[in-house]
């Protein structure tokens, strides 16, 4: 099977801007709150649709139903695509939220659903600033009573970011992207969002965005305390140059130019995704990439060689040997 592409999914939200068509060159309409750019998904209502090839318009899950083995390899038992890749641009500040995951057999949100993420910060204005977590020692009481008089960000771990930060967000995680920064995001596949607190502002329709405060403070981890950004790990060996994530969730390498490598051939799918320069996919044919292209090698495929330009940086996600 050969490499896909997918057409975006583009999100509105109060918090968006227009840098995913002006710096992506994504196609995006003339509003201003263009928030998020979704690469391949398969959620349910929010399917991509494949773009070019034997495929071309087909439901990403369509394909997922009748050739899943030939895309997924050894994680077939799985009904839908687990890795879901997206860009964000906040334009203004995101709301203090918080993904299920971290009790799964809580009673406030459906069990088994679990959203981790991986953010890779592509730009931000000087100052820009990010919450990843709770500051030491900040236990339910102290949040409830927080959100209660409107001082959460007393208890938030709040620090600067810059281009090139990576941060790892388990599920249980309360975070916020602050205005001005730009991200790519691989995340699990789940769009359940619990919002804690929304800065008191108002939404396209005039009045306040809903808050889901019970739901937050039951699925937030109190014992993860502070994020801070990734040590990478370089490999010792293989194709990809550093490990940024591999974990229980997923796995994420990092591989930069100038570089001509092999994927392995392990039986599994790999979301590449370019965050700088050019690259070309070598396989049946040539698929050129371009910045913020994605493309899905499928599990089961022909030798398929990465060739990176000397400032490409492409990340490769997939589920690792501990993903569960």
Known sequence: ??????????????????RLGSEFGKPIGSGDDYAESWEISDLP?????????????????????????QVLGRHADRDRFPILVKFLDANHPLSVQVHPGH??????HASGESKAELWIVLDAVAGSQVCAGLKDGVDRRQLEEAVANQTISDCLHTF????????????????????????????QSCDVTYRLHDWNRMGSDGKPRELHIPQALDS??????????????PRESGPFQEVLIDNEYFAVHRLS????????????????????GTARILSED???????????????RSTTHIELTTDAVLIDAFLGDRST
């Not at 099977?1 to 801007?17: C, D, E, N, S, T």
């Not at 937030?220 to 790990?233: D, F």
């Not at 051939?265 to 590449?272: E, F, G, P, W």
């Open 286 to 300: 040539v698929h050129p990439m371009n910045w913020a292209d994605t493309i899905l090698l499928p599990a089961e």
């Open 220 to 233: 937030i981890n109190y014992s993860l305390g502070p994020v801070r950004p990734l040590v990478t790990t």
């Open 103 to 108: 009790r799964p057999t809580s009673s406030t």
């Open 257 to 276: 130019g100038p570089a001509t490598t092999e994927v392995p051939c392990d039986d599994r799918a790999h979301v590449l995704t370019l965050l700088s």
């Open 45 to 69: 209502e929010f399917e991509s649709r494949i773009k070019g090839g034997e495929f071309d318009g087909e439901s990403f899950h369509q394909m997922m139903v009748t050739h899943r083995k």
């Open 160 to 187: 600067d970011v810059h281009p090139g930060d990576y941060l790892f967000l388990p599920p249980g995680t309360v975070h916020s992207l602050g205005e001005g920064v730009l991200i790519a995001e691989v995340q």
């Open 1 to 18: 099977m050969q490499p896909l592409r997918f057409h975006p999914i583009f999100k509105r939200a109060v918090w968006g801007g227009r």
